[in-house]
């Protein structure tokens, strides 16, 4: 079994009900059902740091990665591993970044990675 895990770093979110807001809305364009662990992050001020560990469905998993992230938001530096047929990806925000949904600009930092059992 394949799994991904997905740590998510928002920003401008003074209320850890807005963080939980953010998470279910990803958790649910993910299609992902086994919730998230939140805690406030504290390099930044209104801050959270969320974790999301969800399944690849797909034997392409590389595929995959790129499409559940590019749900959320563009774009994504990719980190291809050949050998392992592994893939991580990471998101910074900046002027260049397109969110798929309005609510989903707070995100300001993100990686995604397999983690083949």
Excluded at 29 to 47: A, P
Excluded at 71 to 77: A, M
Excluded at 98 to 113: I, M, P, S
């Amino acid at each position: 079994m394949t799994k991904f895990r997905l740590t998510l770093v928002t920003e401008n979110q003074k209320s850890l009900e807005k963080g939980k807001k953010f998470a279910d809305q990803i958790c649910e364009i993910l299609d992902c059902n086994n919730g998230y662990e939140i805690s406030k992050y504290e390099k930044f001020v209104n801050s959270y740091r969320i974790e999301i560990i969800g399944q690849i469905t797909n034997k392409n998993s590389v595929m995959e990665s790129i499409e559940l992230t590019d749900r959320i938001c563009s774009p994504w530096i990719v980190t291809y591993d050949r050998p392992k047929n592994n893939v991580e990806l990471i998101f910074n925000k900046s002027d260049l970044s397109n969110f798929r949904d309005k609510e989903f600009n707070v995100l300001n930092w993100a990686q995604f990675e397999i983690e083949n059992e």
